[in-house]
């Protein structure tokens, strides 16, 4: 079964942006573990008695006390007084995955954000040019 990454649902901090901050196949470790520990199961023993939507509905509903849960909320901190309070190793794991999401970036959407960016800069700056 070949897994894609998964928008994490709105389950550790209410987000609603639907901000990518795992993938099934670079955390199947932690999302076994977290299985394990939230739920008490092993995936590796269970998966072929599992239904798609089972196994994503469990994964979906892990909390922030599970190792994926953990790596989750660092990922995906924007907390600036909790940044400062991050461990070296804590950094790494951010600024890494950070990294890896930005090298995913879709050039065209890339370039429409900047345009749609640049056109409100000058909107605010009082350009006549650009509003319509």
Not at 5 to 33: H, V
Not at 61 to 72: A, C, D, F, K
Request: net charge neutral; aromatic share 12%; proline share 1%.
């Amino acid at each position: 079964m070949k897994f894609h990454t998964k928008r994490w649902r709105t389950d550790f901090k209410n987000q609603s942006n639907n901000e990518t901050w795992y993938d099934f196949e670079e955390d199947w470790e932690l999302i076994a573990s977290s299985l394990k520990t939230q739920y008490g199961y092993s995936i590796r023993k269970e998966i072929d008695s599992m239904t798609w939507g089972e196994l994503v509905g469990d994964i979906s509903g892990l909390m922030s006390e599970t190792p994926l849960g953990n790596i989750v909320q660092i990922r995906s901190e924007d907390d600036k007084e909790k940044l400062k309070n991050f461990t070296q190793e804590q950094k790494n794991i951010r600024w890494k995955y950070r990294m890896k999401m930005a090298e995913n970036v879709n050039q065209e959407e890339f370039k429409k954000v900047i345009s749609e960016l640049q056109k409100a800069f000058k909107e605010m700056a009082g350009d006549n040019k650009c509003k319509k």
